[in-house]
């Protein structure tokens, strides 16, 4: 990859350095989705404590044992003394089954909240995604976006799947070990906890350097996932160029990218649990010598000294696990902070705080002294033309004279920077968006299909049709013999972006579509650039039935198929500079002139 070409890249995904922007924050967000759980979350809660209660009574009655076992010999009462130690055995297995059998309550009602979490993300995301204008989309990768519903997605629920519970049971473990760790000796209890500074010290420096990397490593992560998605949609272009093996070069780039920042990531976060290691051995070390002392001078027993050791693996544990934990945590962070970086992305397009209902719309638009620009440049410049229903207009001009823009800001893609649009006289900011598409059949230039039945994707504008409405509408499209030729006709299931199918067959199956909506406006963007002269043809003896009652607005780049429209807008350079029928056009002998000549006059 080009340094330019990455460097444009990271731009357009937002890369950051990797610091942390609001840890806390990001964490009270995460929490606040269980909002609705604070009666399970309780209930979880408990039935932790009763584990690590259990738990950490084994010890101590296993220390009860030794000294048992100690007393029995020499003893006069033998026969009482092995009564009294089945008596432990038995409690001490008791217990184990009980800790285990509330720590998979625990764990198992985690695991559902996680998922839950999960599930009200994504949706959550999806909601956001269908919301935001094109200008979001132009500006990320299709494969950067994906990322979030899956690398970053899972990451958060895997931490709090996992690291939740982990959490709570070395907190509690950590407190109750303390508790008893003090009753049974405080000198020993002393020393065990002189080990807890230097353990605190380790775990900030580890995660003071891992957030960083693992916040990096996501980032590269979505970066490499949109080369990829970018490269299968362009499967066909890199191909035909010959140019696979810059592809390939281009995601080693990234492969390599994601490769260091998880390998660094990996050996800050690695360092951890070895330097732990190497405190709970000296703590272990330290209380055995002390211990030895205190049990010479009469201070302790040895059961004391057994469940002593024990407990101090279950008090250094605990430390381990939450500073490994809260190494999970940072990547979750990562994770979630690049999530609600999307459900905060300012929306574009939105309803006005009273928005006018228009019912029984007529269709009448008009574009009024209307600009607007991409990335402050200015693309139309006081447009000012109209559409009645029952009218054909049609707007042609050269190669980015505005011509489609003018479709996006009557669909609300965009709002107008000057003047207004309208729609049987009401500014379309001031209309709900959801009527305002309604109100609007739009072929686009490049049909997009789904990846379900043609008779769904006929009736996608209006769902209720029936087979004989979506027949129809294929007839009026001339598209009737392409689906009779198809194996199940109408319940024929298309491939993926109507793969299988040629790009003219998706146009008329999209002009099929606008037609079955039985819209008032009719918008037709280049929607027959696709098709073969003899379709065309038969599509433009249609085309006066097709508007007839409804407002049609006709994106044209070849001449032949607006000839016959009642008026012809003539946009260069952003700006009108001619109207009228087309003989009107050609007297004028002006740019309409020029593109007439260019397409039908032979040099």
Known sequence: MTTSGGQHRSRALGVTDGKVKNVSGTLRRLLSYWQGEKWLLSLLGLCSLLSVCCALLCPYLLGRTVDDCIGMVGSDAPGASSVAL??????????????????????????????????????????????????????????????????????????????????????????????????????????????????????????????????????????????????????????????????????????????????????????????????????????????????????????????????????????????????????????????FTLLDEELEITDSVCPTRMENLRGVVEFRNVSFGYDDKLVLKDINFSVKPGEVVAVVGFTGAGKTTLVNLLNRFYDVQEGRVLVDGVDVRDMPVADLRRAIGWVPQEAYLFSDTVRYNVAYGNPSATLDEVREALLWANADSLVNRMPEGYDTVLKEQGAGVSQGQRQLLAIARAVNKNAPILVLDEATSNIDTHTEMLIQSAISQITRGRACLIIAHRLSTIMNADKIIVLDAGRVVEEGTHDELLTKQGVYWRIYNSQFVEV
């Open 86 to 339: 089945v008596h432990h055995l038995t409690a001490f297995v008791a217990l184990h089954l009980l800790s285990a059998a509330f720590s998979w309550i625990h764990e198992y009602g985690m695991s559902v909240l996680a998922q839950r979490l999960l599930k009200r993300l994504k949706e959550e995301m999806t909601r956001k995604l269908l919301s935001l204008s094109p200008r979001f989309f132009n500006n990320h990768l299709c494969g950067s976006v994906m990322s979030h519903f899956t690398n970053d997605a899972e990451l958060v629920k895997s931490a709090l799947n996992d690291t939740v519970v982990q959490l709570f049971v070395s907190l509690f473990t950590l407190l109750g070990s303390v508790v008893i760790m003090v009753h049974l000796s405080w000198q020993l209890a002393l020393v065990t906890c002189l080990t807890v500074p230097f353990s605190v010290m380790v775990s900030r420096f580890v995660m003071k350097r891992t957030h960083k990397h693992f916040t990096l490593h996501q980032e590269s992560l979505g970066e490499m996932n949109g080369a990829v998605e970018e490269s299968f949609s362009g499967i066909k272009t890199i191909k035909s160029f010959g140019r696979e093996e810059e592809r390939v070069s281009q995601f080693e780039a990234l492969n390599k990218s994601v490769c260091e920042t998880g390998r660094r990531a990996q050996i800050y976060s690695g360092l951890l649990m070895p330097l732990m290691r190497v405190l709970d051995n000296c703590s272990y070390i330290l209380v055995t010598i002390v211990g030895a002392f205190l049990a010479s001078s009469g201070s302790v027993t040895v059961g004391v000294i057994q469940s002593f050791l024990l407990y101090t693996k279950n008090f250094q544990r605990p430390i381990n696990t939450i500073a490994m934990q809260l190494n999970m945590v940072q990547a979750a962070i990562a994770g979630a902070e690049r999530i």
